[in-house]
């Protein structure tokens, strides 16, 4: 049984966004801080991703651990309504984060993707993972 009355479950739900959220701004403020300048929910790129560098062919998504199912094999259990149209959603979001990977990749494009609790907790480490693949790209590009 949902905790929330059905109104509530529905006003939650519609506050969810699909770009624009406080990881994805948080790592936006952060990055443009640091002069990295990049694209926004470029939808010319397969797979929509967050944020992109197309001069380094770099493809960044931030993604929330519900929608796509942080350590899900434990995680699945906490769905008490509605539970296998959960099932479903969150598990098709976890194959398609994979087909965007491999899709992206086979492209040439490297890919990197946080947790929004990384993004939180820790974005001087996620700083320094894009500083790192920007750089490692920039030294493959001179020689």
């Known amino acids: 049984m949902d905790k929330l009355t059905k109104e509530q479950r529905i006003?939650?739900?519609?506050?969810?966004?699909?770009?624009?959220?406080?990881?994805?701004?948080?790592?936006?403020?952060?990055?443009?801080?640091?002069?990295?300048?990049?694209?926004?929910?470029?939808?010319?790129?397969?797979?929509?991703?967050?944020?992109?560098?197309?001069?380094?062919?770099i493809a960044i998504f931030c993604d929330s651990e519900f929608w796509h199912g942080k350590d899900w094999e434990f995680k699945k259990y906490d769905h008490k309504s509605n539970v296998e149209f959960w099932h479903q959603k969150i598990e098709r979001n976890i194959v398609r984060d994979i087909e965007v990977n491999a899709e992206l990749e086979r492209n040439g494009w490297?890919?990197?993707?946080?947790?929004?609790?990384?993004?939180?907790?820790?974005?001087?480490?996620?700083?320094?993972?894009?500083?790192?693949?920007i750089n490692e790209v920039k030294r493959k590009n001179i020689i």
């Open 11 to 57: 006003k939650n739900m519609k506050a969810v966004k699909s770009k624009g959220s406080k990881i994805e701004t948080l790592l936006a403020k952060a990055m443009w801080g640091k002069g990295y300048r990049y694209r926004k929910n470029d939808k010319s790129i397969f797979g929509n991703p967050d944020f992109t560098f197309k001069k380094f062919k």
């Open 110 to 133: 490297i890919v990197i993707r946080f947790w929004g609790k990384e993004i939180e907790k820790d974005l001087i480490r996620c700083l320094a993972v894009i500083e790192d693949k």
